[in-house]
Structures are given as C-alpha cells and as structure tokens.
C-alpha cells in the first residue's frame, strides 16, 4: 500500500464548525488516501507538470510530490551536486528511488563542445552509491540504473560498484561512447578490463535474474588502439556474448570491426527487439559481414531494425531473413533499394509501419516506392514519407492511391489570378502549395504530420492561410511544423494570428515553429488565447535551432470559460501557453529503468517529431 508522510495534529483541518465541515472533511479524506494522491501526482506528470513546483507551492503536497519525483532521478555531470545535497539532508526520499542514470558522458552535448566535467563527479557517485546502501530497506532491490558514460570512465564505475554488489545487478542499460584522442588512451587496457568485470558483476547466473535489457556503444575514435586494448574490448564482447541473455535493443556505432565480431558469431538474445549497426570501419579493420548476417539469422523477432555503412560503396549484407513482427526498417546509408534483392527484402515484411532508405541523388534516380507501393497497393500505401521519396514522387503516388501520414510541402502566396476552375484538383495550389498540384483531398485525409516550408512573404491576415488547414482539408492532422527560410522581420503571421488560423482543427495537438527570427515571444499566448481544440504543445527554436523552447497549453478555468472572448470564433479552446522545461517534454522512463531520451522535436533531415506518425 503507498503511504505518504502523515500530516502533522496542528495541520489538519478544523472540524468545530458544522457549517465548514464538509469541505474540510472532503480535503481531509483525499489527503489520508495515499492512493488517491498517488493518481493526481501521475496525472500531473502525464500532463507535463514539473513535480518539484507542485512541491515548492502547496505545502500539502509536498511529500507526496517530491517522493513521486524522485522515483527516476537523473545524477548528470552538470547537475548532480544540488541533488545529492538535497537527498543527504533528505534521506528518507532515497527510499524512493525507483530509476537512477548516471550520466558522465559528453556525446550528447553538441551546444557545449568544450564543456568539462567536474573532476569529483565520480566521489560523489560513490556518495550516493552508500546513501542508498545506507537508506534502502534491507530486502528491497534497489533502483534500477541506467548508465551513460565515456569508455575512459569505466574504471571509476567499476570502483564505485565495487562495494554494493546487488547494485551492480540493477543495471538496465549500459551505454558507452568511445573517443580516444590521446596516444595514453589507445595503451590502456584498464577501463576494457574494468568494464568485463563489471559486465561479470552485473549478470547473475540465472538467467531470469537479468536486468540489463540495453546496450549501446559509439566508437569514434580516429587513433588506432594498441594491439593489448583491442584485446580487451575482445574480451568485453565475448563475455557479453557468453553471459547475457536478456538485452531487448543493441545499438551500435563501429569504428574497428574485428574487435566486435565475436558478439556477432556467437551472442543470442531471445528477446532482441531492436537492433542498429552503424560501420565506419574501413581497410583491414573492416566488420565481418557474415558474422552479421549470422547474427541477423540468429534474432528473427526483430522490430526495428537500421543498418547502415558510411562509404562510397554499396554493402553487400545479402539481405535474405525474413522478419515477421518489423515495423520499423532504416537503411539511410549503404544499402540501396535499387538493388532488387534489398527491394525484394522490403516486399517480404508487410507489418512495416516505417521505412527509412537511401535515396541515391548520385546518379539521379528516384527511390523505388512506386515499385514498392505497386506491388502490394494496401499493405504500403501509408508508407511514402519524406524518409524514401521525393516530394515530386510522393504526390505521384497519391495520385495512384498511396495515402501518406507523413509529407511535406512547400508554401507560397497564392497567386491573385488562379481561378481554381478544376475544383478539388487544384484546391491546394489556389491556397499556395504548389507543388501538390493535382492532389486532391482524399490523398491526404491520413496524414497526422506536414512539415511546410515557407520562403516568401506571407501575409497573416490573408483567409487562403486560414483556409489551408482548415479540418475538412486536414481531418487527422495531429502535428504542424513551419520551416522559416530566409525570412526577414514581419515576413510570417505571428503566433498569436498563426492560432487564430489554426483554430478550427480539430486534431492538431503540436505546432513546431523552426526557427523563429528576431520575434519576441507573445504575451498574449501567455495570458488567453484561442487554440485547436486538441491542442497540447509548442515547440519553437530561435538563433538557427541552438535553442528550443517548449510550452504547455493549459485551459482556462470553469469559470473563465463561462466569459465571452473577442478573439474565440466558436471554434477551438480559451486557455494559455506555460513554457515547460525540455527535459519533461524529451525524457521518459519504462518500467524496465530504461531511459529513452529523444532528440529536440525538429531536429534533422526529415525532422525529428514530437508525435508518432508510423501510419496505422
């Protein structure tokens, strides 16, 4: 049962008074109902609400909100020093731990390149490490960790564990980057060594015991390693290979293919959902390609599957397996659909949801989806993307049938002379898009994601704006992002306009605005404001998408609603942006204790979204 710290005599409301007692009476009961609590907390959390506000402005809530907080608890390199020093005067909250990541690596860090990590990083790890030794009841398990650290720092992990075996067994993930810069780097072999033995220590020998469900390892180094390191990192794949049985996702970036192979010839993990290879190796540190083929025979229940070489030659992996339950295929780099028989690899898994392929502008050929798409009409007409086509030849597509959830488009001022006289034929290009010429509405009634780009001066007030997303154009569009280029000052609709157009869909719930030129953030979206009726977040970048910035919708009161607005037009909802910080939007945790950290929403080429947009 979850209990909460009770509320002290003096606290607790007065019931002398007949006429209070109900109300007070209401309030007490749903604060001695820990479960109750427990739901409004987790409630808060769904709704993007940083808990350590909730417990910094309502005194009532506050046990309850920091012990629901710090049930996943992220010790980073560039934020470990307040926590630890609130848990040690607050250890009764270490109890309540349930998900910790040690984070003391740098690969993710791009807006900070020469950031340098505290030297007492790893001191207070050991810290924390005892207070949780010291505070966990003796027959509890302890927090699941995920671990994200550079190769080099493999040794102070290992030193840090050491004393707390059973801590040790809680690892859920273990990702490493490896960046050896220095020649003293590449001679070491303590860090490999340290890190096997810390693998041995981490895999009991039962099996069903296992909680290590991810492993992830970036090697980017450019220095090649003496000859006894590489033996060690031999010696650190073999042993996984050997010992562990229970990882659900590998993901791999290889830069030296013969230290890796013997996880391919011999690991087998009965429950791989996911599996990512990247290969940089080159000459005659080149991946062993039948030791992956042998290993991609050996793991059929796949789901997400990428593979991708970084070369100027095809890979000939010989893609013959087959895998039933594949929804999710990325071959961005290497492998070219061209090739019939990768073609034919494609055709033979009709669960794809997702389908991300090289398109080869080399040679100036179009991507293979209408072969694709011809061959098996229904089983694919949801899979043309922005990911394996052309704009040109996804329009082509929808004009035979294909029924996209992910497009693209680019936005221009309708010209004053169109007619429009063919009807729905032309009803896109006489509101701007011209590229979708000939496209007619049904084409595009599944997409829920359209990333339009703007190059031209677009005036706000102009109705084709507001008529372009209007719901019966876009009935299950659920995300929107602009793409801002070569803009001036005044050459876009401001916000506070931008969602008086948007107003009357009625499934958008994203609006990405990348990247937002000299303007200021309105106020007005701040205080009340008329949004879509599904509407939950905004994700905005400034200075060229160094900066991302996210807000909540948050809905006006009871109350509030029952006053006319002079901007609502019966159509949408009265309520307000809060500006959210980004870990609450990018972050989430499994029950496994396995953190999943997606990159800022508008992030790459296609973008990076917020929602998933995998077709039905």
């Known amino acids: 049962m979850v209990q909460f710290e009770e509320v002290p005599v003096a606290k607790r409301p007065k019931t002398s008074h007949p006429a209070t007692q109900p109300a007070s009476s209401a309030v007490a009961r749903f604060f001695a109902t820990p479960e109750l609590v427990l739901i409004v907390l987790e409630n808060l959390l769904a709704e993007r609400i940083d808990l350590l506000i909730v417990a910094s402005v309502c005194k009532r809530l506050r046990a309850p909100a920091l012990q629901t907080w710090v049930r996943n608890l992220d010790f980073r390199h560039d934020s470990f020093e307040g926590k630890l020093e609130f848990l040690q005067a607050n250890t009764h909250l270490l109890a309540h731990i349930r998900c910790l990541r040690i984070f003391n690596c740098d690969w993710f860090d791009v807006l900070r390149p020469h950031f340098e990590r505290p030297p007492s990083f790893w001191d207070q790890v050991k810290t924390m490490f005892s207070l949780l030794a010291t505070h966990t ?46 020649a003293s780097d590449t001679d070491s072999t303590t860090t490999w060594m340290s890190l096997t033995l810390l693998l041995k220590d981490a895999l009991p020998r039962i099996s069903s015991a296992e909680n290590l469900r991810v492993v992830e390892y970036e090697c980017q180094s450019l220095v090649t390693d003496a000859k006894f390191r590489r033996a060690a990192k031999r010696i650190f794949w073999s042993t996984l290979a050997a010992q562990c049985r229970s990882l659900s996702k590998i993901g791999l970036l290889v830069t030296f293919g013969d230290e890796i192979n013997e996880l391919f010839l011999h690991g087998s993990f009965p429950s791989l959902k996911t599996f990512e290879l990247r290969d940089v190796s080159k000459n005659k540190d080149l991946l062993d390609v039948e030791a992956v083929h042998t290993f991609l025979d050996r793991h059929t229940g796949l789901e997400r599957l990428r593979l991708e070489r970084y070369d100027t030659q095809a890979w000939s992996l010989g893609l013959t397996q087959t895998f039933p339950a594949l929804q999710d295929l990325q071959l961005p780099e290497g492998i070219s659909l061209l090739d019939e028989a990768n073609l034919e690899f494609v055709r033979r898994h009709s669960r794809l949801r997702r389908l991300v392929i090289w398109k080869d502008t080399r040679t100036g050929q179009f991507s293979p989806m209408r072969s694709l798409f011809l061959s098996k009409p229904d089983t694919f007409k949801h ?19 294909a029924r996209p959830s992910r497009a693209e488009a680019r936005l221009t001022k309708p010209a004053t002379d169109r007619t429009g006289g063919s009807g729905d034929d032309n009803r896109f290009s006489d509101l701007g898009i011209l590229s979708w010429e000939g496209v007619r509405p049904e084409g595009v009634e599944d997409l829920t994601f359209l990333q339009v780009t703007t190059r031209e001066h677009l005036d706000g007030h102009d109705q084709h704006f507001r008529q372009l997303f209007a719901s019966d154009l876009f009935p299950n569009l659920t995300e929107l992002h602009f793409e801002l280029r070569h803009h001036g000052e005044g050459a876009f609709p401001t916000l506070d306009v931008l969602f008086r157009h948007l107003a009357s869909s009625i499934s958008l719930r994203v609006l990405g605005i990348f990247p937002v030129v000299r303007q200021e953030f309105p106020t007005m979206l701040l205080t009340r404001h008329v949004f879509p009726i599904r509407f939950e977040l905004l994700c905005w970048s400034q200075d060229f998408y160094r900066r991302f910035d996210y807000f909540r919708f948050v809905a006006d009161s009871t109350e509030t609603q029952d006053f006319p607005s002079t901007s609502a037009t019966q159509v949408g909802k009265m309520g307000r942006l809060q500006a959210v910080p980004a870990h609450i939007i990018l972050t989430q945790v499994g029950s496994d204790g396995v953190w999943y950290e997606r990159s800022d929403v508008g992030v790459g080429i296609p973008r990076m979204t917020f929602l998933n947009h995998n077709g039905v």
Do not use: C, F, H
Request: charged letters at 20%; aromatic letters at 4%; zero cysteines.
């Open 137 to 182: 009841p003796p027959r509890a398990a302890g927090p699941l960790l995920d671990i994200v650290i550079d190769v080099e720092d493999g040794d102070a992990l290992y030193q840090a564990l050491q004393p707390y075996p059973k801590l040790a067994q809680r690892i859920s993930a273990l990702r490493l980057n490896d960046q050896s810069v220095r």
């Open 383 to 401: 899979l043309p993307s922005a990911e394996n086509a052309s704009v040109t030849e996804i329009n082509a597509l929808i004009k035979i049938g």
